[in-house]
């Protein structure tokens, strides 16, 4: 087929004054009519001769005449488009597309036909009706209404129209609405895959399941998925007022009474059990007036004989406490102290509000995660190694804290390294040792086994006069041993923001509910069995070599299979039983991505 520029298309009708329709004249921007286009380079009109009366003549492009005087809805839309770039909309990225891809075919349309809006439209119209079940918003999309008859500037209007919404939703639902950098350009730094707004209309315009086709711009991960049926369900419910808050108190521990039992109760739909009294007989008074023998349970945890059952902290509700502490990630002890409690009370139940902002994220992550792959969920605390699109391991993690927070991105492991040395960074250096370091050089190094080393060599550090200067250029560094701070393994994807996992030799972290006070990097639980799963498709190296090199001097094993890394941050999802988990917004991506959705404006993109 033989593809005609928009330029020329235009060129030649205006240049070769063809009898355009009354209604096509009615649009063609004056601007245009009064000044002559420039000659396009290599066109047989290039230089066209000029008639006694100031005409230009030109030699009329055979094929463009055709195509016009063949479709008029075609030159309906070509013309539509001469008006709407010469008002620049073509600057635009998502129009400078519209123009390119008409532009290539002429014209001829899509969507429409003689005999009006094609079924294939009606069908699309339809599914970008339903946008809002994608977590987007179909007003965006400017879904345009099929008129009701065949007039083709009418037909061309429907046409550019619904290309152009097609367009805003396939790079909406495949890329986002927010720009990850614009949440936080240090820590956030993905770049979503937006499909090409010209293969976006193309494969909607030759697909047999249009339907299917729109779906399939959205992200392809099961997270995405089960978020997205979550958010139809959570929409679907009736509207209920939110609990009443459990207030703050004492740690309720097994046994216990206390008024906010009963809430607790409440909120974990537990019934009150029947538990006998702990004294049952009267005691005698000076009177002879039996009274009612009370212990305080504040001070003894036991069950007074006034207390009221349901205030009661008894076996039932201490089970159905680990279950939901189980399920939110924390320890399963059965005591509701002030982490407990928090998720009891939820710092941000708004489900819907925060489905829509992590299914956001979710179209910022790379659409092919990799059948093999590591993926760290920094509020959930937790690392996963899939193989061959199974979990195959998990472990508890320490990430950033919310100043030295974990970045969100992708890279690829590409190597270990056991007995590693861990070089200070900079800003490690210059914020916390500096001040330690001035007050005693050698000593502050001989407690921590550091070592300063300038040039390549290691040096005395009492021989530096340490100020902010020096703290930037003379490195420190730990050797290995068992205290190290990267402790006997650290695995390394090669990244701009220089984290990796490591091994800690500080264990007590890791059985905690919040785990978030690195530095940056990630300190993984039991990291041999994380390196086992890594090593899964490495036959020349297993664990038992690489703890065979332990104690021993700083070595790099490289990895021949590369395998994904993804730090993501989602602090809810939909597990495999379909139960929604929620997680503390640690970092406060989520609801800065709440906030920021309102105020994108589809056409400035």
């Not at 063949?70 to 123009?99: C, M, N, S, W, Y």
């Not at 891809?101 to 079924?119: C, E, I, M, Q, T």
């Not at 001097?553 to 989602?570: A, N, P």
């Not at 503390?584 to 920021?596: F, L, R």
């Amino acid at each position: 087929m033989t593809h005609i520029s928009f330029a020329r298309i235009i060129a030649a009708g205006l240049m070769a004054g063809i009898a355009w329709p009354v209604w096509a004249q009615t649009v063609v921007p004056s601007a245009i009519e009064a000044s002559p286009l420039p000659p396009l380079a290599g066109d047989p009109a290039a230089s066209p001769p000029a008639s006694p009366g100031g005409r230009v003549e030109s030699t009329v492009l055979p094929e463009v005449v055709e195509v016009l005087a063949r479709d008029p809805i075609a030159e309906a839309v070509t013309v539509a488009l001469a008006e709407d770039g010469a008002k620049g909309f073509a600057g635009k990225r998502r129009e400078a597309a519209i123009q390119s891809f008409y532009s290539d075919r002429a014209g001829k349309p899509l969507w429409v036909n003689d005999a009006g809006v094609s079924d294939r439209a009606e069908k699309v119209v339809r599914r970008l009706s339903l946008a809002e079940t994608d977590a987007l918003d179909p007003s965006a999309f400017a879904i345009p209404t099929p008129p009701v008859g065949r007039i083709p500037a009418e037909l061309a209007q429907f046409e550019i129209a619904l290309s152009r919404a097609v367009i805003a939703f396939a790079e909406e639902a495949s890329g986002g609405r927010v720009q990850p950098s614009s949440i936080n350009d240090k820590f956030i730094t993905r770049k979503p895959e937006r499909v090409d707004p010209i293969e976006a209309l193309a494969a909607v315009a030759d697909a047999i399941d249009v339907a299917a086709t729109l779906e399939g711009f959205n992200p392809p991960h099961d997270g995405f998925r089960r978020l997205k049926v979550m958010l139809a369900d959570v929409r679907g419910r009736p509207a209920e007022p939110a609990p009443e808050p459990i207030p703050e108190g004492k740690t309720l521990k097994p046994g216990m009474s206390d008024p906010r039992v009963s809430l607790l109760r409440q909120r974990l739909d537990v019934p009150a059990a029947v538990v006998a009294p702990v004294s049952p007989t009267p005691a005698p008074t000076a009177t002879g007036t039996p009274q009612l023998e009370v212990e305080d349970p504040a001070s003894t945890g036991a069950v007074g004989v006034i207390a009221p059952v349901d205030d009661v902290y008894d076996d039932a509700l201490v089970e159905a406490v680990k279950t939901f502490q189980r399920g939110a990630g924390l320890v399963a002890d059965g005591i509701v102290g002030p982490r407990t409690l928090a998720v009891l009370n939820g710092v941000d139940r708004d489900e819907e509000g925060q489905i829509v902002a992590n299914m956001e994220m979710w179209r910022w992550m790379p659409r092919d995660l990799g059948a093999d792959h590591v993926f760290v969920n920094i509020p959930e605390f937790m690392v996963r190694v899939f193989r061959h699109g199974a979990q195959i391991h998990e472990a508890r993690v320490v990430v950033g804290t919310q100043v030295n927070q974990t970045p969100v991105f992708s890279d690829e492991m590409e190597y270990l390294v056991v007995n590693p040395y861990w070089h200070v960074p900079e800003s490690i250096r210059m914020k916390e040792m500096l001040p330690l370091i001035k007050a005693d050089p050698a000593g502050y190094f001989r407690r921590h086994g550091y070592e300063a080393v300038w040039n390549g060599q290691v040096i005395n550090p009492a021989s530096v006069l340490w100020d902010e200067n020096a703290i930037k250029y003379v490195a420190i560094r730990q050797p290995p041993s068992e205290a190290n701070a990267l402790g006997r393994i650290k695995f390394m994807f090669p990244n701009a923001h220089a984290v990796y996992l490591h091994d800690t030799p500080s264990r007590k972290l890791v059985p905690r509910d919040w785990r978030a006070y690195s530095h940056g990097c990630v300190r993984v639980d039991d990291p041999m069995e994380f390196a086992r799963a890594i090593l899964e498709n490495e036959p020349d190296m297993t664990v038992a070599k690489l703890e065979a090199m332990f104690g021993g001097s700083e070595r790099r094993v490289d990895l021949t299979q590369h395998i994904k890394v993804h730090i993501g941050y989602f602090n809810v999802w939909v597990d495999e039983q379909g139960t929604l988990q929620m997680r503390d917004d640690i970092y406060g991506h989520s609801v800065a991505v709440k906030k920021a959705l309102p105020k994108i404006s589809t056409a400035a993109l």
